[in-house]
């Protein structure tokens, strides 16, 4: 069976113990010298920024790296006005509500100061047809400083897009006057859900593993297998909020690796037959998604609450992998039987406390109008095969919330 190789560029570490916590982006790039897929000078140049991790590439034009001497890229010429681009040379499955630009040179005077900045999105490759969005830089400092971030929204989100990031530079005095040191391309925002959590376990983080490792406590770079390798961890155990996460050798001949050498970011290592479940540790908690970030799991299972059911994730892809509970379902264990070869640095998990924002619920009463029920991704399920749970029930124009035993 052929390895398939994923690298994961993600470094979020987090929990956030609030009812919606803050998205991570869902493709980042930055412009340091590792990822600047050519040596160039001149500000009328064009080259690649690569993300070693999933391969996607960027096409940059008219900046400049200083044949990769810098950790960031800079444009502004001496020779005249210039337009600097950052373009996607794929499209972005998820609808984009942002993006966020790091910059970290900025000078002052009218002459080396960048005149606008801008976001287009189009359906197109080529760039065709594409709405502009303009950033605001009225904050931005006059002197060159620490890394300041602009955020830039897109008010007409969509899906299957693709994003170029337009600097418009005056004819400068100083050349590489501005510098944009990343792009971060974020979801549109989740709506707020009562006791909704989200959680990231993060496998870049070695002092995450080594916390959660049931051996000797230690885990070693490099390239082991060996049944007795330091980055065995079969046992392992992981806590995101109230959702125990746990790995398993099972059936397979070659147990889950934490895995990190030279030219491998840290990332982890699951192979056929391994498992991973999740296991919700409190009552009235249950699971919405689980979100392999650019992970590889092909031929998945889970298993419900009342019945095992199978589902597939997917052919193997270098793509984000996702997992979703049923509509009308209550997913407390959930348990992932890998195929084929899997390699993550993260995994984002999703679940519900139903015991949370309940003193609010207000008492249904039978009306004239008919009775419709949503859950609470907000898909109608019809009312004869409720499952225990929260629900919201629209009767005309007033809409209530119910807790279903």
Same mark, same amino acid.
Request: aromatic fraction near 8%.
């Given at each position: 069976m052929p390895r398939l190789s994923l690298l994961l560029l993600l470094t979020i570490i987090s929990f956030a113990s609030t009812r919606a916590s803050a998205q991570d982006p869902v493709v980042v790039i930055a412009t340091k010298i590792a990822n600047q897929g050519s040596y160039v000078t001149g500000y009328d140049k064009e080259f690649k920024l690569i993300d070693r991790t999933s391969g996607r590439t960027w096409?940059?034009?008219?900046?400049?790296?200083?044949?990769?001497?810098?950790?960031?890229?800079?444009?502004?010429?001496? #020779?005249?006005?210039?337009?600097? #681009?950052? #373009?996607t040379d794929f499209a972005i499955t998820d609808p984009i509500g942002s993006v966020d630009v790091e910059v970290s040179r900025y000078k002052t005077g009218s002459t080396n100061r960048m005149t606008s900045m801008s976001l287009l999105v189009s359906p197109n490759a080529d760039m065709s047809n594409a709405t502009s969005y303009p950033a605001d830089i009225s904050g931005l400092p006059t002197s060159t400083g620490t890394a300041v971030t602009i955020s830039?929204?897109?008010?007409?989100?969509?899906?299957?897009? @693709?994003?170029?990031?337009?600097?418009?530079?005056?004819?400068?005095?100083?050349?590489?006057?501005?510098s944009v040191n990343s792009l971060k391309y974020f979801p549109v925002p989740e709506e707020e859900v009562e006791g909704k959590h989200c959680g990231t376990l993060d496998f870049t983080d070695k002092e995450c593993i080594v916390a959660a490792y049931s051996n000797d406590g230690t885990i070693a770079s490099g390239s082991e297998y060996a049944e007795s390798g330091t980055n065995n961890l079969d046992g392992a155990v992981f806590e995101v909020g109230d959702v125990c996460v746990s790995l398993s050798k099972a059936d397979g001949s070659i147990t889950p690796r934490w895995w990190e050498s030279n030219t491998i970011s840290p990332e982890l290592r699951l192979n056929p037959d391994?498992?991973? #479940?999740?296991?919700?540790?409190?009552?009235?908690?249950?699971?919405?998604?689980?979100?392999?970030?650019?992970?590889?799991?092909? +031929?998945?299972?889970?298993?419900?609450?009342?019945?095992?059911?199978?589902?597939?994730?997917?052919?193997? +892809?270098?793509?984000?992998?996702?997992?979703?509970?049923?509509?009308?379902?209550?997913?407390?264990?959930?348990?992932?039987?890998f195929s084929d @070869?899997?390699?993550?640095?993260?995994?984002?998990?999703?679940?519900?406390?139903?015991?949370?924002?309940?003193?609010?619920i207000e008492t249904i009463t039978v009306g004239e109008e008919p009775a419709e029920y949503y859950n609470l991704q907000g898909v109608k399920v019809t009312s004869h095969r409720l499952t225990p749970g929260l629900y919201i029930i629209r009767r005309g124009s007033r809409t209530t919330k119910a807790l279903v035993h």
């Open positions: 096409t940059a034009k008219n900046f400049n790296n200083n044949n990769s001497a810098w950790d960031n890229i800079r444009c502004g010429a001496k #020779t005249g006005a210039t337009t600097a #681009t950052i #373009t830039i929204p897109v008010a007409a989100p969509a899906g299957n897009m @693709y994003y170029r990031l337009s600097v418009e530079m005056p004819k400068v005095s100083s050349e590489g006057v501005f391994n498992t991973m #479940t999740f296991t919700t540790v409190k009552d009235g908690c249950r699971l919405l998604e689980v979100k392999f970030l650019q992970g590889n799991a092909n +031929a998945t299972y889970y298993n419900n609450l009342d019945a095992s059911v199978s589902t597939n994730l997917g052919a193997s +892809a270098l793509i984000d992998k996702t997992w979703n509970a049923p509509d009308d379902g209550i997913v407390n264990r959930l348990t992932l039987v @070869y899997c390699r993550c640095g993260s995994i984002r998990i999703t679940y519900i406390d139903e015991n949370e924002g309940l003193a609010g």
